[in-house]
């Protein structure tokens, strides 16, 4: 369980400095519930410790992305002091 979270973290990691958009992890979501649900199978495992799995790998893939997402914005040099997040503020 633990593995496939990290596994999942690393691919947030990845797919948030190639600059993909947010809507990549979709298919990832459903590759997870995939995955978990034949480990869960495999493994005879019942139904809340594959919940507990699938929400912990989920969240690894989104914490991931978002990591990867801000460290990106807090080092471009397009950004500076004056927007948020790369939007000027007068649009908040």
Do not use: C, E
């Not at 978990?36 to 507990?52: E, F, H, K, Q, Y």
């Amino acid at each position: 369980m633990v593995s496939v979270t990290l596994l999942a973290t690393v691919i947030g990691l990845l797919v948030g400095n190639a600059r993909y958009n947010v809507f990549t992890l979709l298919p990832a979501h459903l590759l997870i519930f995939v995955i978990d649900a034949a480990i869960s199978i495999r493994g005879d495992l019942g139904l809340w410790p594959t919940v507990m799995m699938t929400a912990l790998t989920v969240t690894g893939l989104q914490v991931g992305y978002l990591v990867s997402v801000l460290s990106r914005l807090s080092r471009d040099d397009k950004v500076s002091a004056r927007t948020t997040f790369g939007l000027p503020r007068s649009n908040f």
